[in-house]
């Protein structure tokens, strides 16, 4: 009987751990891990299988190229874009990829600038996007015709546009620190979009919204670039803090200044909006902005630092 017993205790041991086995072959399966990857020199790096990049320091000579359908994580990792000239190499995101980047840094390897185009998902947290972008046509990191993009708590800096969204929606910008770019964030021709909790420090222009819907900014911090809104319909500006700087609002119709402005601070005092309203102006401000108003008489307020220069951007 003990003999029998252990025999039956080793069939289903043995049955155990093979079940295992083929569970794992299968996870593994659909979900290639790569720590070190053997790519030839100039030859394009394309992710036709979901894959994993984690705890690595890469050196890429070619174009990143993500197929459609596919997932591509970049964990805890540094990946140098070693171009040889400024934008000779770019990272490719179809439509219906996904990349993730997880605490890590997309930087140039050779002081040369490379491109970003976007047009699938991307969720990108704890990490920096540096060196990307060549001029006005060649911004940089480019994300159009995305449904759901999430950045947090990224640091965006040193390139010519941190950030461009051109017809997109859904998408989440939050407690980011976008820092010495040309463009810190460029929107047009986009809606649903969440710019939240971020510092837009030392930029030529921090915030550029063109022909966008739905647009909520709130909680920012601006300083040196300011905020432009053009042709936009129906953002909320809410409880952002300007320093030496303010914002400045464009278009040929009345509907593209019908904003909800609240609790808006220049360098320390209230921005006051008024649409279609008469009253006095007085006291302590930092910025007044009227619009479709009349009869208002303004007297003893002193306003500093608050320019913006209004110059056409790309799109």
């Given at each position: 009987m003990l003999i029998l017993r252990a025999q039956r205790t080793l069939v289903k041991g043995f049955l155990l751990i093979t079940l295992i086995m083929l569970f794992m072959t299968y996870i593994m399966g659909q979900v290639a891990i790569v720590r070190t990857h053997s790519q030839n020199n100039n030859e394009d790096w394309i992710i036709n299988e979901n894959t994993v990049i984690e705890n690595i320091r890469k050196h890429v000579s070619g174009n990143i190229i993500i197929k459609p359908n596919v997932t591509l994580v970049i964990a805890n990792s540094i990946i140098y874009m070693d171009s040889d000239y400024n934008g000779e190499l770019s990272i490719i995101v179809n439509k219906g990829a996904t990349l993730e980047i997880i605490n890590s840094t997309i930087r140039s390897g050779t002081n040369k600038t490379y491109l970003f185009e976007f047009h699938g998902t991307l969720?990108?947290?704890?990490?920096?996007?540096?060196?990307?972008?060549?001029?006005?046509?060649?911004?940089?990191?480019?994300?159009?015709?995305?449904?759901?993009?999430?950045?947090?708590?990224?640091?965006?800096?040193?390139?010519?546009?941190?950030?461009?969204?051109?017809?997109?929606?859904?998408?989440?910008?939050?407690?980011?620190?976008?820092?010495?770019?040309?463009?810190?964030?460029?929107?047009?021709?986009?809606?649903?979009?969440?710019?939240?909790?971020?510092?837009?420090?030392?930029?030529?222009?921090?915030?550029?919204?063109?022909?966008?819907?739905?647009?909520?900014?709130?909680?920012?911090?601006f300083e040196g670039g300011g905020l432009y809104i053009d042709k936009n319909i129906n953002?909320?500006?809410?409880?952002?803090?300007?320093?030496?700087?303010?914002?400045?609002?464009?278009?040929?119709?009345l509907l593209y200044y019908k904003h909800e402005f609240k609790n808006n601070t220049v360098n320390g005092k209230p921005l006051l909006y008024l649409f279609n309203k008469n009253g006095t102006i007085t006291g302590d401000i930092g910025m007044a902005v009227i619009v479709s108003s009349k009869n208002v008489l303004i007297h003893d307020v002193s306003v500093y630092n608050t320019i913006v220069w209004n110059r056409a951007l790309f799109f």
């Amino acid at each position: 009987m003990l003999i029998l017993r252990a025999q039956r205790t080793l069939v289903k041991g043995f049955l155990l751990i093979t079940l295992i086995m083929l569970f794992m072959t299968y996870i593994m399966g659909q979900v290639a891990i790569v720590r070190t990857h053997s790519q030839n020199n100039n030859e394009d790096w394309i992710i036709n299988e979901n894959t994993v990049i984690e705890n690595i320091r890469k050196h890429v000579s070619g174009n990143i190229i993500i197929k459609p359908n596919v997932t591509l994580v970049i964990a805890n990792s540094i990946i140098y874009m070693d171009s040889d000239y400024n934008g000779e190499l770019s990272i490719i995101v179809n439509k219906g990829a996904t990349l993730e980047i997880i605490n890590s840094t997309i930087r140039s390897g050779t002081n040369k600038t490379y491109l970003f185009e976007f047009h699938g998902t991307l969720i990108m947290r704890e990490s920096i996007l540096r060196d990307c972008g060549i001029q006005y046509d060649k911004p940089g990191l480019v994300i159009e015709g995305s449904d759901y993009t999430i950045l947090r708590n990224n640091l965006i800096t040193g390139n010519y546009a941190g950030i461009t969204i051109r017809r997109s929606k859904n998408i989440e910008i939050i407690n980011n620190k976008i820092y010495a770019n040309v463009y810190g964030l460029s929107i047009a021709n986009s809606r649903g979009i969440l710019i939240s909790d971020n510092k837009f420090i030392a930029n030529s222009y921090d915030l550029y919204a063109y022909n966008s819907t739905s647009l909520t900014i709130s909680n920012n911090y601006f300083e040196g670039g300011g905020l432009y809104i053009d042709k936009n319909i129906n953002n909320v500006i809410i409880n952002n803090q300007f320093k030496n700087t303010s914002i400045s609002i464009s278009g040929d119709k009345l509907l593209y200044y019908k904003h909800e402005f609240k609790n808006n601070t220049v360098n320390g005092k209230p921005l006051l909006y008024l649409f279609n309203k008469n009253g006095t102006i007085t006291g302590d401000i930092g910025m007044a902005v009227i619009v479709s108003s009349k009869n208002v008489l303004i007297h003893d307020v002193s306003v500093y630092n608050t320019i913006v220069w209004n110059r056409a951007l790309f799109f």
